[in-house]
Each structure stands twice: as structure tokens, then as C-alpha cells.
């Protein structure tokens, strides 16, 4: 999984299958900004979960 980049902003999603927990980590150009961390279930998370978690950051941050 990549990152996803929007209106200047990039989220880098990282995970851990034994925990079941990941974070998208917020940069605005090189400087990080915060992290989000999510739950999951099965072998990774779904592709739309971490989309669903940048598309509300993007929405709460006016981005």
C-alpha cells in the first residue's frame, strides 16, 4: 500500500498483521503532522478503510 496524496498533503499508511492495528501518518510536505491509528481485521487492511480515514481527515481539516 502506498501513499495517498491530497491538496498538498501526504498519508502514509503502515500496519502490523500481528496486532491488528495500523496508523496513516500525516505529512505536509516533508514535515509530519500527526498520526491516525485504525483497527483491523484479517490478513491487512481494506484499501477503502484507510481512503475512508483520509477522506474524513480531508473533510475536518478543510483539505
Known amino acids: 500500500m502506498g501513499a495517498i496524496e491530497r491538496g ?5 499508511p503502515e500496519f502490523s498483521v500481528i496486532q491488528q492495528n495500523g496508523a496513516v501518518h500525516v505529512y505536509n510536505k516533508d514535515q ?5 491509528q ?4 484479517g490478513k ?3 484499501l ?4 475512508d480515514l483520509v477522506d474524513q481527515y480531508c473533510h475536518q481539516h478543510n483539505i
Open 38 to 41: 485504525f483497527q483491523f481485521s
Open 32 to 36: 509530519f503532522i500527526e498520526e491516525i
Open 44 to 46: 491487512f487492511p481494506e
Open 8 to 12: 498538498g498533503y501526504r498519508f502514509v
Open 48 to 51: 477503502d478503510q484507510i481512503e
